[in-house]
């Protein structure tokens, strides 16, 4: 399971936001990131570049899995098990034998 994030959510707008806008002045997106990290005091060049990456994701620019639906597969996943475990429960046994 992936820990909180100790940044908030408007300074990883703002991260995402300032690598679009230096990104022309830098020769790779990893260059700006690098550079935005620095600026931000965020404590690694890949959180920047990771954020920028998520933010294409949901925005559909790049190919993924978005924010929302792996909160819906999280979710669907979560409903599964407790499903399972409920006929487990209601049956006596798991493998159907009463």
Known sequence: MARPSSYPPWLRCRAV???????????????ASRAVAQKL???????????????????????GTTTEESAQIK????EIAELKRANDIGCGSSEGKF
């Not at 679009?20 to 990893?30: I, M, R």
């Not at 979710?75 to 979560?78: F, G, I, P, R, W």
């Open 17 to 31: 936001r300032m690598v679009a806008e230096v990104l022309g002045d830098y020769p790779n997106e990893s260059a």
């Open 41 to 63: 005091g965020i404590g690694s060049a890949e959180t920047p570049r990771n954020w920028v990456r998520r933010d294409q994701v949901d925005s559909r620019q790049r190919p």
């Open 75 to 78: 979710a669907m996943k979560k």
